[in-house]
Structures are given as C-alpha cells and as structure tokens.
C-alpha cells in the first residue's frame, strides 16, 4: 500500500487516548466491577506445603456448611493426557490444567487444590476452612541450581527432558534443553584476544500489575456460558477455558472488561475455569477475584536464572565469539523462556561465532508466566554487563565498542532470520550523540550503557469498521487494550479516511462480535490490528468510492478518495460536487444499504526492535543505596502511531526494569514459603525513586507494515538491569552480577574493597 509513512495528519500525533476520561473518573469497568443478581462467590483452598501427595480431599463437611451451593476439586475436571501437547497460543494445557488445581499432588505452596462458591464471601471463606485434605510431605527444591543436581528430589515421572539425543531413560527436573548455533565457536575464541567469562544469577520478579486477576462466570439452562475477566486475550480465556473444562468453544462468550495491567501476567488463566465449573454445579452465576497475596503465591512471576556467558574479542574490538547458558527456572511445570532469552542474547550484535544454550527446569515454586519480552531481560542483563566488561579491558568506549559490532541490514542473527532494515545502530549513534552521555558526574556517580532487543511478532487480528448515520465512525478490534491500541486504531481510521480524528470511535469486541484475534502480548497489537484495520478502511473506502459512482452514475474507477471526500478523478470524469463521509452516510439506505467492513488476517511482517540505554547512578558509601539520578532511553519505534503512548511503554518498561535491577525479588524460606507476598515486603520502585526518565524516539520504519509500524512495549525492559549495573560499577568499581543489587548486597561488597 502507498502511504506516507513519515508525512501523516493523525498518524504520529498526541491524539487524545479514548479511555482516558472513563479511566481518571473511575466509570471504567475492570474485572471485579461486574455484578449479577443472584451470584455466588467463589473461593479457592491453597496449599500450605511446597511439594506433597494429596492423599485424600474431604468436601463435605464444606458442601453442607449453610450458604455453600458448589464445591469442587481437581476431580471435578476432566484429564488431559500428557502423550502429546495441547497448545492454547504458546500454553501448554496439560500443565495449565495441573496448574489451575492439584490433582495427586500439590507442586508449589499455594497451588489450588479445592474451590468453593457460597453465598457470601464470607462464608466461602469458611467454607475452606472445613476442607479437609490429608497430605503425604514430600522433600522440595526451589533453586534452579538445586534442582538440577542428579539427587534432587523429582518433581515429575513423566518428565524426561527434551531436546537432547538421546533421550534420557530416567525423569528429570530438567525439562528441556535448546540451542542456536552458527559459526565455528572454537576457532572464534582461539581469534580473541581479550575473553571475558562471568556468571550471572537474577530472581523472580513479578510484573506487579494494579488490578489482581478476578472473572464472573455465568452459565445458562441451556448451558450456553458467559464469561466477563480481564486479561490480555479474552479469545485465549475462551478457548482456554472450553479445552480445560470440556466444553464446546462455542459455547462461551468471553466479555474483555479493562485491564488493570498484565505486563505478560494475564496471557493465561488462572480462575475462570474454576468458575466455569462452580457456575455449573450451582446453576448460579459465580465471581472470583485474588487477594494480592494470593496473586503473589499463585500466580506466575518471571524466571529466576543462573547463566554463564563467554565473549572474545580483538584488541582492535571486533568480537570473535560469544556464547552462553541460560538456566531458567519454570517454576512447577514446563514453559520458561529459556528459548526466547537464547534467542535475544545476541542478536543485537554481528558476530559470526555464536552458541547461545537455554535450559528450562522446573522446581516447586509457582508457573512461571510471561513478563515484558520474556527472557530477553535476563540474557541481556549478563550479555550487557560482559560487553561493558570487555569493552573496558581493550580501552573502547563502550557505545563506540557496540557500535563496532551492531547488527544492521544483511546480518543473519544466530536465530536463524537475516534482518530487513532495523534501527538499532541508529540508537547507538543517538545515544551517542545525546547530551546526557557526556555530561559531567559527581562524587560517587557514575554512569552505565546498555542495549536490548526484542523480535516482535504478529499473528491473528480481526477489525470492523463501520460507517454511522451521521458520518462518525466505529472501529473495532478484538484485542484488550494494554498500551493504548485503541487511541492508535482511531489515528489509523483517521488518518486513511481523511477524517478527524474525533469523529472516530474505537472499542473492543467480544468473542462473539469480532472474529479470532490472538492475545495481546509481544509487542503485536498496533503491528498486526493496524494492519487489519487498514485492510479494512481500504475496503470501506472502496464502497464509498462505488457509493458516490452510483450517485453520479460514473465508472467507479472514475471516483477517488481524498481528505475524506469521494472526488471525481478528473475533469473527464464529470464535474461533480464532493461528496463527504456524512453525505454519503445519509444516502446509503438509497445506494445499496450499510456502509461497513471486516477483516481477518494472519499478519507477518513483524520487525525486530532495539533500544539503546544510558542510567547515572549515585552510590551511598554509607548505606549501599543506589539512586537512579538520571536515565535516557533511546528505541527505534518503526513509527511512532501515537507518540505519547510508546513514551509511556518506555517510561514504565525503564521503571519496572529498575526495580529488577535493585530491590525486587521472591524471597523464600527453608520450608519453601515465600516470606513477601505483598507489596508491603514486595519492594516496586515508586515515584521518589525515580527521575523523570527522557526518551528519544527513533524511528526506522518497518518496511512490512504500511505504516511503518514495530512492536514498542517489551523492549523498554530490556536494557536497564545492565544499565545500572554498569553505572554501579563505574561510580564503585563493583561489578556485581547477582540481581537484585539490593543495599545490603552493595554494602557488603563496599566493605570489600581496600580503604585507604
């Protein structure tokens, strides 16, 4: 399609965000906020112990307690076999079902093991409490270290691990091992003159989203149910939901309420088939919601790791070889992402020796989910830390040293795809370029570089577009709405439409008003439904162009579009009037009825994205306190739709990768109790924290997108945990590789280091 990337009316503009005004009001309706006469409230009994067989359940004294109508156990869903996957998107259902309630043992403390639904909360509430479950302890291990040696205790027998040759003949916690190889690895580090070997440990970190996970589920006589949660892919909570309680797809109708924020945390479901199943067994409509502290012990942080990295390079600073090893901890059951982490690790760069390893364990801690470019993080966190190492023993500047060996056009990355046109030098020399790097430091400051990479992905997207009496248009799409899609679909509409922006609607569809669209995550949503809206504004603004031919009683091919009017092409066309959106809203009844579109695709094309960071620190001496005193974020956004959204995506994306970097951390006991499920002992960054953290918008456009378009939100998350650690080490002389780099753990390597 021809259009303009760079010279737009609405595309690239700060419109204002549809939502705003319901939002800062409080009128937006999130997952707890919708009510029905006559519902119950559901519950959940957790496990109080990490790992143990669940030797008999006893619910009746719980069914009969006055108010109880419902209760249920992991017996009350139907069995998945585990000879073969069974994928909802990337979850595995044979061990989502395991996960969302114990059968024969409890994995993790806080697994789900019963639920009941009650009158009143209240009562559900004491409901569990006459649950009797009688448990057989078993030894756990927490620790991916841990859970790797040969007597660890083993989680799974059915778990041998995957991708090794041959296959293993006793089970396992090492769930599977992947690789991405190219070149020669051997004769690479043989060429280097400078190696750098480190290690690297991080801990789980949770995405520390707003609004706890809540749904209500209400079935009908005919058993036609209804399902209103919030999450990032009411389609995945549909189709998730019918596989784990044996229902017909269509059978369901998932209702998307607002999202209070998922970062990767609400790709997967945790309750509504459990409601689905209390909902049946009671005939009434049943609500649950988490407590904070139950979203803390049951719900799926990011991976904790361990992870070696190796890199080499000449004096001259070309590097010759790199690889590395990321064990990821996955928490109860399969699915770290160990993959995407090897996958990211180096693709930033042009080398051509690379052996990048991922190794997915898993351990009595609760499945581990999705958070912000999941697993590019981590390996960006060792692989930037060892660049800045290295960069420093060859005496380069450690943006000209990056520069040096950036991946640009023409580069196959050890992953396997050979970029397209990507902006990721352009970050560097903007970095570079930019004031804040060569601004003066004080006492005790110092400051850190660092880069981060994500590979994008399209996907499944559905829009409509229709064309009201009065001329207003409604878009709409089947995507939550997480990092402003919405304002960006209406300056889309707009922009093509040649229309103002204002006379543009957008909402979010349904499961049974728009057709299949794919979870929001990884950064695909204005990539992929702005290439399904834009298929379907070129169709609308087709019958507009045949609506107005029709009226004149020309050649349609004798009609054009411009600045939302329909034209005549030329003056060998007929000298005609423009006719406007509104004129020919009003007489459509008389050309041919509604005036609307759809569109479904597949859509490919998505381009990989950089970011370039640089984060002064100060270090207290005194304390082993970090402050951030100042942060500039450089990414290469394709194009920016709307321009104060993906400053937004960057800002929070810096932020939460901040607290990662210095406080945040799961923290555990011998017993395998975790000792923080709350924000109270759960340290997020706030305000005070932080500076106003600057952002520099590169834009490269994505030559697969009509309008230019690259994924935004993950790669903010990328770069800051090295970022800061290199600041640390350059204002303290501290390379610390062990995340978080928390006061005591910077105190105590202080008091390490010769005083004069």
């Given at each position: 399609?021809?259009i303009?990337?760079?010279?737009n009316?609405?595309?690239?503009?700060?419109?204002?965000?549809?939502?705003?005004?319901?939002?800062?009001?409080?009128r937006a309706?999130?997952?707890a906020?919708h009510?029905?006469?006559?519902?119950l409230w559901?519950k959940v009994?957790?496990?109080?112990?990490?790992?143990?067989?669940?030797?008999?359940?006893?619910?009746?004294?719980?069914?009969?307690?006055?108010?109880?109508?419902?209760v249920?156990?992991?017996d009350?869903?139907?069995?998945?076999?585990?000879d073969?996957?069974?994928?909802?998107?990337?979850?595995d259902?044979?061990?989502?079902?395991?996960?969302?309630?114990a059968?024969?043992?409890?994995?993790?403390?806080?697994?789900?093991?019963?639920?009941?639904?009650a009158?009143?909360?209240?009562?559900?509430?004491?409901?569990?409490?006459?649950?009797?479950?009688?448990?057989?302890?078993?030894?756990?291990?927490?620790?991916?270290?841990?859970?790797?040696?040969?007597?660890?205790?083993v989680?799974?027998?059915f778990?041998?691990t995957g991708?090794?040759?041959?296959?293993?003949?006793?089970?396992?916690?090492?769930?599977n091992?992947?690789?991405?190889?190219?070149g020669?690895?051997d004769?690479?580090?043989?060429?280097?003159?400078?190696?750098?070997?480190?290690?690297?440990?991080t801990?789980?970190?949770?995405?520390?989203?707003?609004?706890?996970?809540?749904?209500?589920?209400?079935?009908?006589m005919?058993?036609?149910?209804?399902i209103?949660s919030?999450?990032?892919?009411?389609?995945?909570?549909?189709?998730?939901?019918?596989?784990?309680?044996?229902?017909?797809?269509?059978?369901?109708h998932a209702i998307p309420?607002?999202?209070?924020?998922?970062?990767?945390?609400?790709?997967?479901?945790?309750?509504?088939p459990?409601?689905?199943?209390?909902a049946?067994?009671?005939?009434?409509?049943?609500?649950m919601?988490?407590?904070?502290e139950e979203?803390?012990?049951?719900?799926?942080?990011?991976?904790?790791?361990?992870?070696?990295?190796?890199?080499?390079?000449?004096?001259?600073?070309?590097?010759?070889?790199?690889?590395?090893?990321?064990?990821?901890?996955?928490?109860a059951?399969?699915?770290?992402p160990?993959?995407?982490?090897?996958m990211?690790?180096?693709?930033?760069?042009?080398?051509?020796?690379?052996?990048s390893?991922g190794?997915?364990?898993?351990?009595?801690?609760?499945?581990s989910?999705?958070?912000?470019?999941?697993?590019?993080?981590?390996?960006?966190?060792?692989?930037?830390?060892?660049?800045?190492?290295?960069?420093?023993?060859?005496?380069?500047?450690?943006?000209?040293?990056r520069?040096?060996?950036a991946?640009?056009?023409?580069?196959?990355s050890?992953?396997?795809?050979?970029?397209?046109?990507?902006?990721?030098?352009?970050?560097?020399q903007a970095?570079?370029?930019h004031p804040?790097?060569d601004?003066?430091?004080?006492?005790?400051?110092?400051?850190?570089?660092?880069?981060?990479?994500?590979?994008n992905?399209?996907?499944?997207?559905?829009?409509q577009?229709h064309?009201?009496?009065?001329?207003?248009?409604?878009?709409?799409?089947?995507?939550p709405?997480i990092?402003?899609?919405?304002?960006?679909?209406v300056?889309?509409a707009a922009?093509?439409?040649g229309?103002?922006?204002?006379?543009?609607?957008?909402?979010?569809?349904d499961?049974?008003?728009?057709?299949?669209?794919?979870t929001?995550?990884?950064?695909?949503v204005t990539?992929?439904?702005?290439m399904?809206?834009?298929?379907?504004?070129?169709l609308?603004?087709?019958?507009?162009?045949?609506?107005?031919?029709?009226?004149?009683?020309?050649?349609?091919?004798?009609?054009?579009?411009?600045?939302?009017n329909?034209?005549p092409?030329?003056?060998?066309?007929?000298?005609?009037?423009?006719?406007?959106?509104?004129?020919?809203?009003?007489?459509?009844?008389?050309?041919g009825?509604?005036?609307n579109?759809?569109?479904?695709?597949?859509?490919?094309?998505?381009?990989?994205?950089?970011?370039?960071?640089?984060?002064?620190?100060?270090?207290?001496?005194?304390t082993?306190r970090v402050e951030?005193?100042?942060?500039?974020?450089?990414?290469?956004?394709?194009?920016?739709?709307h321009?104060?959204?993906?400053e937004?995506?960057?800002?929070?994306?810096?932020?939460?990768g901040?607290?990662?970097?210095?406080?945040?951390e799961?923290?555990?006991?011998?017993?395998?109790?975790?000792?923080?499920p709350?924000?109270?002992?759960?340290?997020?960054?706030?305000?005070?924290?932080l500076?106003?953290?600057?952002t520099?918008i590169?834009?490269i456009?994505?030559?697969?997108?009509?309008?230019?378009v690259?994924?935004?939100?993950?790669?903010?998350?990328?770069p800051p945990?090295?970022?800061?650690?290199?600041?640390?080490?350059?204002?303290?002389?501290?390379?610390?590789?062990d995340?978080?780099m928390?006061?005591?753990?910077v105190l105590?390597?202080?008091?390490?280091?010769?005083?004069?």
């Amino acid at each position: 399609m021809d259009i303009k990337v760079m010279d737009n009316k609405w595309i690239g503009k700060r419109t204002i965000r549809p939502d705003g005004a319901d939002k800062v009001t409080g009128r937006a309706a999130f997952g707890a906020d919708h009510s029905l006469p006559g519902m119950l409230w559901g519950k959940v009994l957790r496990s109080p112990h990490p790992h143990a067989i669940i030797k008999s359940i006893n619910l009746s004294k719980a069914a009969s307690l006055p108010g109880v109508k419902a209760v249920m156990s992991g017996d009350d869903l139907p069995i998945i076999p585990l000879d073969k996957p069974l994928m909802v998107g990337p979850a595995d259902m044979r061990y989502v079902s395991r996960n969302i309630m114990a059968r024969d043992k409890v994995m993790y403390a806080g697994h789900a093991v019963a639920a009941v639904a009650a009158t009143s909360s209240r009562i559900a509430q004491e409901a569990l409490a006459l649950i009797e479950v009688d448990y057989e302890i078993l030894p756990h291990v927490i620790d991916v270290e841990e859970a790797m040696r040969p007597d660890a205790p083993v989680l799974h027998d059915f778990l041998f691990t995957g991708g090794v040759t041959p296959k293993p003949e006793t089970p396992s916690n090492i769930a599977n091992r992947l690789e991405f190889k190219i070149g020669d690895l051997d004769a690479g580090f043989a060429a280097a003159d400078v190696t750098v070997e480190r290690t690297f440990r991080t801990k789980p970190v949770h995405q520390g989203y707003i609004e706890p996970h809540a749904c209500l589920v209400r079935v009908a006589m005919d058993g036609q149910a209804t399902i209103w949660s919030s999450s990032q892919g009411h389609f995945m909570v549909r189709n998730a939901t019918a596989k784990l309680t044996g229902m017909a797809v269509a059978d369901i109708h998932a209702i998307p309420m607002e999202i209070g924020g998922g970062f990767g945390g609400k790709t997967i479901v945790y309750l509504e088939p459990l409601a689905m199943i209390l909902a049946r067994k009671s005939g009434s409509p049943v609500k649950m919601m988490m407590s904070r502290e139950e979203v803390f012990r049951a719900t799926g942080p990011t991976s904790g790791s361990y992870n070696t990295v190796k890199i080499g390079a000449t004096k001259k600073g070309k590097i010759t070889a790199a690889s590395a090893v990321f064990r990821f901890q996955a928490g109860a059951f399969p699915g770290a992402p160990a993959r995407p982490a090897a996958m990211c690790a180096f693709a930033p760069y042009n080398i051509e020796n690379v052996e990048s390893v991922g190794i997915d364990v898993v351990m009595n801690r609760a499945k581990s989910n999705a958070y912000r470019a999941p697993g590019s993080p981590i390996a960006a966190h060792a692989v930037e830390s060892t660049l800045d190492e290295l960069a420093d023993k060859l005496g380069i500047d450690p943006v000209e040293f990056r520069l040096q060996n950036a991946a640009a056009e023409g580069v196959k990355s050890a992953y396997g795809p050979t970029f397209k046109k990507i902006g990721f030098v352009e970050t560097l020399q903007a970095a570079k370029a930019h004031p804040h790097y060569d601004a003066p430091l004080g006492p005790n400051q110092g400051r850190g570089v660092a880069c981060g990479f994500w590979f994008n992905v399209g996907g499944e997207s559905s829009a409509q577009l229709h064309i009201n009496e009065d001329g207003t248009v409604t878009v709409i799409t089947g995507h939550p709405d997480i990092g402003g899609s919405r304002a960006s679909m209406v300056n889309i509409a707009a922009e093509m439409l040649g229309i103002d922006y204002r006379n543009v609607r957008a909402q979010i569809g349904d499961t049974n008003a728009i057709g299949i669209s794919a979870t929001t995550g990884g950064s695909r949503v204005t990539f992929s439904a702005g290439m399904a809206v834009t298929k379907v504004t070129e169709l609308v603004k087709q019958t507009l162009r045949e609506r107005a031919a029709k009226i004149w009683d020309i050649d349609v091919e004798a009609v054009v579009w411009e600045d939302g009017n329909a034209r005549p092409a030329g003056s060998n066309a007929g000298e005609f009037d423009p006719l406007s959106l509104a004129d020919l809203a009003a007489k459509a009844t008389a050309t041919g009825g509604p005036i609307n579109g759809q569109v479904s695709i597949n859509a490919q094309g998505a381009a990989p994205a950089f970011a370039t960071h640089i984060c002064d620190v100060e270090v207290d001496p005194e304390t082993g306190r970090v402050e951030i005193i100042r942060y500039t974020a450089v990414q290469d956004a394709g194009r920016a739709v709307h321009p104060s959204y993906v400053e937004g995506q960057i800002q929070g994306g810096v932020a939460q990768g901040v607290g990662w970097a210095l406080n945040e951390e799961y923290i555990y006991d011998e017993a395998g109790q975790l000792e923080n499920p709350g924000f109270l002992d759960y340290r997020m960054p706030v305000a005070s924290d932080l500076p106003m953290i600057d952002t520099v918008i590169v834009e490269i456009p994505n030559a697969d997108h009509p309008h230019g378009v690259r994924g935004v939100g993950e790669v903010p998350i990328v770069p800051p945990m090295a970022a800061v650690a290199n600041a640390i080490q350059d204002a303290a002389g501290l390379r610390l590789n062990d995340l978080p780099m928390s006061p005591p753990k910077v105190l105590a390597a202080l008091d390490k280091i010769p005083r004069e």
